[in-house]
Structures are given as C-alpha cells and as structure tokens.
C-alpha cells in the first residue's frame, strides 16, 4: 500500500531555508498518472496548496509562494524535497506532502485534480 | 487568488441529512469540474472523499455525495453519524494565467 512520509528540521529560524523530505513507499513515485504536492496546514486555519511536481521534473507552484518555493524529485530514491527560502513565523505549519490525479487537457492546459493520498504530515515551526 | 468560501461551522443531528456550500467563482468552480472535498479529523491529515465533483474514491460511505450548480458546490452528508464530526474542505482547480490550486476556508461539522 502506498504510504507518503514528510521529514525534515521542526524549528528553523527566520530568514533561513525549510527544507523537507517526502519519502514514497510501497508503490512507485514514477507513474504517468500522478503528481506529487506538498501543502500547508498553519495551526488552526485552514489548507494552503503550495505546489506540484512531475517525475520528470514539471513543476507547478502557487503564485503566492512561487518566488521562495523550489519543488526537486529524485525518482531513483522515491523522494520530493520542499524548499522554502526567507522564511518568517507566517511559514510556521504543518507541512503535508500529497499524491494528486492531475492532467493536460486537450488544449494543452494543465489541470489539478484531486490530492487522493496524503502524508502524516510535519509540523514547523519558525522561530529563533 | 481568494480562498473558496465555506460556512465556518454547521451542526445537525444523528441521523439527519447536512449540506456544506462551497463558493468560489468563473476562474474556478464555475469553469471546471475539478473540485474534490476532504475530511480532517483533529490532528489527522486530510482525507479525500468526493473528487471531481460527484465521484467518491473507493471505501468511502455513499453517504458522502457532492454536486456543482454554477459557481457553487455542495457536499451532503446524510445519516450523520457521530464518527463525521471533523473539518471539511472544499478545493478546485483555478487555472487564470498561471497553474492555481484554491481551498476552502474550511467547515467544522458538530453532531449533537
């Protein structure tokens, strides 16, 4: 059964990089049909989509974060790392890596479907 | 882009039927029909039980059903149980020039 597994620092100061690690088992990161998302959770408010990654290397980021986010993958370890640079307290959230059905239409567009797997989740916090 | 707009809170019932709205506009809801909805218990990760739309991912209770009327859709939950108490977000596909991904702000269900 696939499991996803965030890992990674739970403090990092402010103006330093978050860097996390998500680790895919029991099934295959490398699938024509699947992307792979990291999304935020901040304590007790709601959900935020930070960005999307293909196996081969496309990479789709929310425009909010787009200018401190890199999303990287490395199929031979199964792995998706999250960094985000210039951090502050606004980034302190639990961060959940997730499995979508995402697709190109046929107009070339690409669309986000569902996130139909996801992580336990990692809880950071920014703070010196 | 604004978050897709959810009652922050509803309450019903065991046994009663309860529908939470999701709002949003054009650029999303009303353009695609990509939008999917997930149950967070506290301290649990998110999980998805309607996606594109109506469809329910396998060993999810049919008592789960979602639908879309415009720049609106709607997850009902019937026959509440009190296992359904949880947070519930609303999330679509919101291409404008860019590749966007928008949640709802979320909805606390109470079973009284």
């Known amino acids: 059964q696939l499991q996803l597994q965030e890992s990674g620092p739970g403090l990092v100061k402010p103006s330093e990089t978050l860097s996390l690690t998500c680790t895919v088992s029991g099934g295959s990161l490398s699938s024509n049909n699947h992307y792979w998302a990291w999304i935020r959770q901040p304590p007790g408010k709601g959900l935020e989509w930070i960005g999307t990654i293909y196996y081969r290397g496309s990479t789709y980021y929310s425009p909010s974060l787009k200018s401190r986010v890199t999303i990287s993958v490395d199929a031979s370890k199964k792995q998706v790392t999250l960094k985000l640079r210039s951090v502050s307290a606004a980034d302190t959230a639990v961060y959940y890596c997730?499995?979508?059905?995402?697709?190109?239409?046929?107009?070339?567009?690409?669309?986000?479907?569902?996130?139909?797997?996801w992580g336990q989740g990692t809880m950071v916090t920014v703070s010196s | 882009q604004s978050a897709l707009t959810q009652p922050a809170s509803v309450s019903g019932s065991p046994g009663q039927s309860i529908t939470i709205s999701c709002t949003g506009s054009s650029s999303d809801i009303g353009t695609y029909n990509l939008v999917s909805w997930y149950q967070q218990h506290p301290a649990k990760a998110p999980k998805l039980i309607i996606y594109?739309?109506?469809k329910r991912p396998s060993g999810v209770s049919d008592r789960f059903s979602g639908s879309k009327s415009g720049t609106t859709a709607s997850l009902t939950i019937s026959g509440l149980q009190a296992e359904d108490e949880a947070d519930y977000y609303c999330?679509?596909?919101?291409?404008?020039?860019?590749?966007?991904?928008?949640f709802g702000g979320g909805t606390k269900l109470t079973v009284l």
């Open positions: 594109d739309v109506t």
């Open positions: 999330c679509s596909d919101a291409r404008q020039t860019l590749s966007n991904v928008i």
């Open positions: 997730a499995r979508e059905e995402s697709f190109y239409d046929n107009s070339g567009y690409f669309h986000h479907g569902a996130f139909d797997m």
